[in-house]
């Protein structure tokens, strides 16, 4: 296997605490550096000066170089888009989970080919933003069949694929909702499960109560799916104690949040990944990261990209929402949307540069990764190493 040598990294982020190397924290730097890869790994990081002999070499002529982002919430498998609901919305219309059923038609109206594209586009478009890990879910299917074939599409795009069958009760079941609950943990889980790696219920007023999020966790789990939960997004509930109580390894949204709920976040080692693209395009409050922080809760940051409430694929726009908004320091920002992201799935070989991890880079046209908060909306991303294969754009 032939081994590849980058060098002329400016400055590498590793977000690794045994690497030499100081920088803030947590996110650890080396000046300076090189990377050898070999089968898709990282088989040596270290010094440029100290780099060994490779077959061939990328010198990427100072740069600035981080893990590739880990997006661990998107909705990416849905047809149409919901830009009047928006457009409203910024008149002053509030945001309801309800908007998701427009959504849903519009789904169950698209062909394989269609979902498939379009999702395919959405990932295409994160990677050229610096994504090389995403989380894909369905939940705009809601029939056995939709669900599916929405997991289908993930499928093919990735591994962390995510069973939302129960993101809110389908229209077919709006007088019937605990009949709607026997379906998703019943006939729908047994097409779905073979497809996907998590389950996922979106636990909120309007959408599933506590005691049904906790029915639908458990049987995704008795199935061996790992949990995660849409937890108090639009309100305080009982979705991050019912994630606490699953096992699950992430609350996601974390807008509203008791002390009791810190304290489960803490106790029982969920990662809260926050979702600041939702929050900026419902025009709401952001979640408090600084508390989460403090409390020693992990926290990750993604897009939650989806056509209602967050229609962003950029992982830099949400480190910038994260630092501007949230008062996360740049490093931390960068942290949680590379190695949160990694603990947030349950993963240890991505968002980390260190020997034996998978070989998945963003390079930046920047000398610093600070620049990726300072320079919002500039499209920094020169191109990105996935599994050890540099894009084109980078040879130069
Ligand atoms: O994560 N919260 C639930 N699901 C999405 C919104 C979906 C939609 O509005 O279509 C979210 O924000
Ligand atoms: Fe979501």
Same mark, same amino acid.
């Given at each position: 296997m032939a081994t590849l040598l980058v060098t002329g990294? =400016? *400055?590498?982020?590793?977000?690794? +605490?045994? @690497?030499d190397g100081a920088g803030p924290a947590p996110v650890h730097l080396l000046r300076d550096a090189a990377v050898v890869v070999e089968h898709g790994r990282f088989a040596w990081v270290g010094a440029a000066a100290d780099a060994p002999a490779a077959d061939t070499a990328l010198d990427l002529g100072g740069r600035a170089v981080v893990p590739g982002f880990v997006d @661990?919430?998107?909705? &990416?498998?849905?047809?149409?888009?919901r830009a009047a609901e928006f457009e409203a919305r910024m008149s002053g219309t509030a945001y309801a989970a309800g908007g998701i059923r427009t959504t849903v038609a519009a789904t169950r109206a698209s062909s394989d080919e269609a979902l498939q594209a379009n999702a395919s586009r959405l990932v295409a478009e994160m990677r050229r933003q610096g994504t090389t890990t995403v989380e894909i879910k369905s939940g705009y299917g809601l029939t056995v069949h939709d669900e599916a074939r929405a997991l289908a599409v993930a499928a093919t795009l990735t591994p962390e694929v995510t069973y939302l069958g129960a993101h809110v009760v389908a229209p077919e079941f709006a007088d019937d909702p605990a009949g709607y609950v026997d379906l998703v943990t019943g006939p729908m889980l047994d097409a779905c499960a073979p497809h996907a790696r998590w389950v996922d219920v979106f636990c909120e007023r309007g959408a599933f109560d506590g005691h049904a999020a906790r029915a639908i966790l458990r049987a995704g789990a008795a199935r061996g799916l790992k949990v995660r939960v849409h937890a108090n997004q639009l309100g305080e509930g009982d979705g991050v104690q019912v994630a606490a109580e699953c096992g699950a390894v992430s609350a996601d949204h974390c807008t509203h949040l008791t002390d009791a709920d810190v304290a489960a976040l803490r106790d029982a080692s969920? #990662?809260?990944? &926050? &979702? +600041?693209g939702a929050e900026f395009s419902t025009r709401s409050p952001y979640p408090d990261a600084r508390r989460l922080l403090a409390a020693g809760v992990t926290v990750a940051l993604a897009t939650?990209?989806? +056509? =209602?409430?967050s229609y962003t694929s950029s992982m830099p726009f949400c480190i910038a929402l994260a630092v501007r *908004?949230?008062?996360?320091?740049p490093a931390e920002a960068l942290w949680s949307a590379t190695a949160g992201g990694a603990a947030s799935l349950a993963r240890d070989d991505v968002g980390v540069v260190r #020997? =034996? @991890?998978? @070989?998945d880079l963003a390079v930046l046209d920047a000398p610093s990764f600070v620049h990726l908060a300072y320079r919002p909306g500039v499209p920094l991303v020169a191109g990105v190493v996935a599994g050890g294969v540099p894009e084109p754009a980078l040879a130069r």
């Open positions: 990294i =400016g *400055e590498l982020v590793t977000n690794d +605490p045994f @690497a @661990a919430h998107a909705h &990416l498998v849905f047809g149409g888009d969920v #990662v809260a990944t &926050l &979702l +600041p939650d990209c989806n +056509p =209602g409430s *908004e949230m008062r996360m320091t #020997v =034996g @991890a998978r @070989a």
